[in-house]
Structures are given as C-alpha cells and as structure tokens.
Nanobody, 124 residues
C-alpha cells in the first residue's frame, strides 16, 4: 500500500493550492484519512482529518475556514484545498491513513500509513 501526495508548489500569500493524496495497492474506502505538515525545525502537526465516508471532518484552529479536506472513494484519493495561504503555512505536507479505523482524529500516532510529503512554500 502506498500513499502518493502531490500538488505542492510555490504560491504567493493569499493564493490557493489543492493537494491530492492517492492510495494505491488497496482500496481505502473504510479508512479515515488525515493531513499533517512539518515546517523546518518544528514537529509534525495535525492539519485536517476526514472520516471514511467523508461525513465528518475536523481541522486545526490555524487552518479552520481556509482549508477544506475532502475525498473521492471511487478514485482512492483525498484532497486538501488550501485558500488564503499565509507564509506560516509553508511546510512539507503529508497525507496519512488509519487503515484500522474509519474515524478521523488529530492524534498523529493513530495513523499507520504515511505518504512521502509534498512541499508547500508561501511567499510574502
């Protein structure tokens, strides 16, 4: 099973990006999915999570109202739409899966599958 994140890039403050995370090797229909990020010199932090059917989402306070997590189970893909980006959003963004649970959580230790990360750089 692999998680492949993509969509990162360089954007000016106030701009938008949409990250994608595709799961291959197995269907992820029953998995909760999450996005985390890690800025240079900082710990990896929670960004957003979505339940297996997409009916429940939860966001870090720092991104609430600006980021939207969604999923397309038919395509085995989860998305993170990021609007009104700020320089402090600059980080390596990782998608993660809870292969044994359909409930989303902010707890990093609860995720057992991780993608390789995609870099988001927001210039001021």
């Amino acid at each position: 099973v692999q998680l492949q994140a993509s969509g990162g890039g360089l954007v000016q403050a106030g701009g938008s990006l949409r990250l994608s995370c595709a799961a291959s090797g197995r269907t992820f229909t029953s998995w909760a999915m999450g996005w985390f990020r890690q800025a240079p010199g900082k710990e990896r932090e929670f960004v957003a999570t979505i339940s297996w059917a997409g009916g429940s989402t939860y966001y870090a306070d720092s991104v609430k109202g600006r980021f939207t997590i969604s999923r397309d189970n038919a395509k085995n893909t989860v998305y993170l739409a990021m609007n009104s980006l700020k320089p402090e959003d600059t980080a390596l963004y990782y998608c993660a899966a809870r292969s044994r649970s359909g409930s989303g959580t902010y707890d990093r230790a609860s995720y057992d599958l991780w993608g390789q990360g995609t870099l988001v750089t927001v210039s001021s």
